[in-house]
Every structure is written in C-alpha cells, then in structure tokens.
C-alpha cells in the first residue's frame, strides 16, 4: 500500500496499516498523543517525587498564572466540566495547596488562590513539564511547533463548540411533571433556597425557545453541564445556576417560587 493517497493517510493501528481520511488520521494521532504524553506525564511525576496527578498538576499551573479567577472562568479555561474541577480543587484544598474566597463583587462566587505551600510544588511541576515538552518537540523547529499547537488549539476550539450543542434539547424537553421523583425533590430544595431549579430551566428554555446550546454558550458553560442539570444528575455551583437564570431572564423569562403547587415560569410578554 502506498505511503499516501489523495486526501487520505495511511496510519499503523496494532500493526495493521489503515487508509483513513487526513482530518480523521489527524485526530486519531492527537487521541493516541495525548494519551501517551498523559501516561509518560504521570511516570515522570512519580519519578520526580511529586505526588500529584497530570490534572492537578494542569489546575495549580493554570491557577499560578491566573491567580484569583472564579471557578466556572476557570474550568472554562480548562475545558473542563465545573463538578470535575471541584472534585480536583476539593483535593488540592485538603492538601493545603489552594484556597477558595468569596468574590468581593459576588460573595456566591468562590475565587481560586494558592497558598504559599504550592508555590515550591508549582516550580518543581513547571520544570518537569518543561522538560519533557521539549524531549516531546525533540526534531520540529519553532514553526513546525507553533503550526502544531494552532491546529491543536483549533481541534480543541472545535470540540468545545460541539460539547455546548451536542445534547439534543429534544431529549429533556418534558414537562414537569413527567420529570423523575428524584428530580422533583431536588426541585424543592432549590426553590426552598431561591435558586432556579432543573423544571424551571427546562420549562424556561423550551418556552423561549432556546436549545441547549445557545442557553449553554450565553451562560458561558458547557452543554453537558446544562443537560445534567436538567436531568437532576447534578448539583450546580450557585454562580452556574446564576449565569443560567440571568440568561433565562435577559430572554424573557419570570421565575415563580414554590407555591405548594410546584415551581413555574410565565414568559413576559
């Protein structure tokens, strides 16, 4: 078989050679990179005696460059999911390495800041990552390295966009009442604290009219947040459930308190 054809790439998986399209060749080898750098990543941390993993290793880099940010602008910048995030901050809390204050503009927000203890941890990090980047670069000169993280940062870019419109509305678009019990009772407790609760997002956004990825991109958050949220499958950050409601109401939408009767939204007019 021939090295190359038209529009196409020969790639070798498990040692069967496979004639793909050039954009799905190129995104089966930045999968099969990021796994192996990942994998080599956390070797290389072991080795160094540093006990963290490559995706709290990524949040005190992000954080040391980014002091102060709110967590939902910083799993944005991680492309990450708010719940994973919180999950990674929780631990690097309890370790004493970053620390969580109300935004003096919102004290509902939590900003993020590290403690003097991850400072010497973050150098040593920098430098692990640093070197095997450049063993990892090993044979491209610095065009061939800039075009490389373009087109990844567009790969990523792109992914991105898909993960804020790939969740059917059609598939949480139900009433109420059809909604689970679990999902029900954790309507309650939202609107028991004044917050917007998964009915009221669903009923909100099917009556504007809004899919799950327009609501997902004004409120600057991911698609797959807002369809978890719907479901009941997950328990948002206040400043989340504040960036959907203010985009809910700028569209039109009134929030009604629990009246006895369940949760409701009425449109203005």
Partial sequence: MPDRVPSNQVVQIDQARVCLPGDVALALEGLAFAKSFHR???????????????????????????????????????????????????????????KREPDENDRRAKRVLLRPAAI??????????????????NGLDDEAAKQSRDTLSRMRGNLAELAAGAYPASRIDQPAEESSGHDREGTVEHNQNGRLSPSQCRMARAGLGLSVRELAKQAKVSGLTVTRF????????????????????????????????????????
């Fill in 40 to 98: 080599q990543l956390s070797f290389e941390f072991e080795a160094a005696g540093l006990a963290v993993t490559p995706a709290e290793a990524r949040v005190l880099l992000t954080v040391a460059q980014n002091e102060g940010l709110r967590q939902t602008q910083l799993a944005q910048l991680l492309s990450c999911e708010a719940m994973t995030l919180v999950g990674v901050l929780d631990r690097l809390q309890a370790a004493g390495l970053v």
């Fill in 120 to 137: 010497p941890l973050v150098r040593r990090i920098k430098k692990v990552f640093t070197e095997l980047c450049v063993a990892t670069c």
């Fill in 230 to 269: 719907e479901n009941g499958n997950v328990s948002c950050p206040d400043e989340v459930l504040d960036a959907l409601k203010q985009v809910l109401e700028s569209n039109g939408a009134e929030f009604i308190s629990e009246n006895g009767r369940g949760p409701a939204v009425r449109l203005r007019k």
